[in-house]
């Protein structure tokens, strides 16, 4: 009876790789693979010639502008957070953390709705902002709001547990010697805490870009105007742009990839294992 209990526990590992296998098989290298293939089995000609329409052109520099707004924002405002959380005790701290990690538990969508019922034109500020001529929803600064709201708690999250794990210690000790608290910053904190602070935003820049839902909402999905790349690639393909759609989607992947590359290299450096 023994013999027969371990001889099944053998082949356990085995049919639980074969499983776990099959499932990423069947639900991300198959499909990456069909992009790839539907994007280029025509050849680089059509590849080409699709990513180089004015539509696809302008959502990846609407991409692009998003990305360089809001990542430096929500790098300040982890890095501030971040200290705060880390060297602060005081009432309220958890409620905060919670606050931060609220948008890892929203939806997107309702996020983007969120935004809608505040900024929109029949929203709580909307009819301010519509006198003072400032348009929000549909326009540019909705879309940023968004990205912000769904890549806010990177930066932090990430920064907090290496200053909690590097502690206070260096930071009085450069007091003590008459350092600033702007020296301290950078010559202290900030070699510390590098790689945490560049890993929070490699992740913020990769979800800022690949951001659908929040900024969906909030966009009005217009081509040529405020279609970022992902809502390019649903609209391309609605409208049987398939080349395009899937050219699209070829670059998101790709800049998947560049991120996952580097966000392995950051997680050796940090010492962070997934």
């Known amino acids: 009876m023994e013999e027969t209990k371990t001889s099944v526990s053998k082949y356990v590992p085995f049919v639980l790789i074969f499983v776990a296998i099959t499932y990423l098989l069947l639900v991300l ?32 520099q609407l991409t692009v502008i998003i990305a360089l707004i809001v990542v430096p924002l929500n790098t300040v405002f982890g890095l501030c ?10 009432p309220g701290r958890t409620f905060l953390i919670s606050i931060i990690d609220l948008p890892f538990s929203i939806s997107p969508v309702v996020a983007g709705l969120m935004l809608v019922l505040v900024y929109g034109r029949n ?54 010697l008459g350092a600033t608290d702007w020296q301290i910053f950078w010559r202290v904190t900030l070699p510390s805490i ?40 649903e609209l391309a393909y609605k409208n049987y742009q398939t ?22 290299i950051l997680s050796h450096r940090t010492g962070v294992r997934e």
């Open 243 to 264: 080349e395009a759609a899937f050219g699209a989607a070829v670059i998101l992947a790709l800049l998947a990839l560049v991120t996952l590359i580097f966000k392995e």
């Open 123 to 176: 929203g709580w500020f909307g009819p301010f902002l519509e006198q003072i001529g400032v348009k929000v929803i549909f326009a540019l600064p909705g879309m940023v709001l968004a990205t912000i709201f769904v890549t806010l708690p990177f930066v932090a999250r990430e920064v907090i547990p290496v200053l909690e794990e590097m502690g206070s210690e260096q930071e009085e000790a450069a007091r003590t």
């Open 29 to 60: 290298f198959i499909p990456a693979v069909a992009v790839f293939y539907e994007a280029l089995h025509k050849g680089l000609g059509p590849f080409l010639g699709a990513i180089q329409k004015t539509d696809f052109l302008a959502s990846v």
């Open 194 to 233: 590098r790689w945490g602070l560049l890993y929070g935003v490699l992740l913020t820049n990769g979800r800022a870009m690949g951001e659908f839902g929040a900024v969906a909402v909030v966009s009005g999905s217009i081509l040529g105007k405020t279609a970022t790349l992902p809502i390019f690639v």
């Open 81 to 90: 957070a971040a200290w705060v959380l880390a060297r602060k005790r005081f």
